[in-house]
């Protein structure tokens, strides 16, 4: 956060901080790649559940990964 805010970018959290099923997330994220000015990139933490309703919005509206957005997932969830 504090990256962006210095950066003078715009944090926009696209999803709620409580689960929502994952098609809702789909819509969330479609909602935000359909805006005329929408993100470039979108950093997605907790691993697939939200990383893979990203990835499935943008391919829904012909957006290419790495050329039309980029999409960073990552979790910090200990593996056993």
Do not use: K, N, W
């Not at 999803?15 to 935000?32: L, N």
């Not at 499935?56 to 509206?61: G, I, K």
């Amino acid at each position: 956060r504090s990256a962006m805010q210095g950066a003078g970018r715009p944090l926009i959290p696209l999803v709620p901080e409580q689960f929502v099923p994952s098609q809702e997330r789909i819509g969330f994220v479609r909602r935000a790649l359909e805006r005329p000015d929408r993100p470039t990139a979108i950093v997605c933490y907790g691993g697939s559940d939200h990383t893979l309703p990203a990835m499935m919005a943008a391919r829904d509206l012909g957006l290419e990964l790495g050329r039309d957005l980029s999409l960073v997932g990552f979790c910090d969830s200990v593996m056993d």
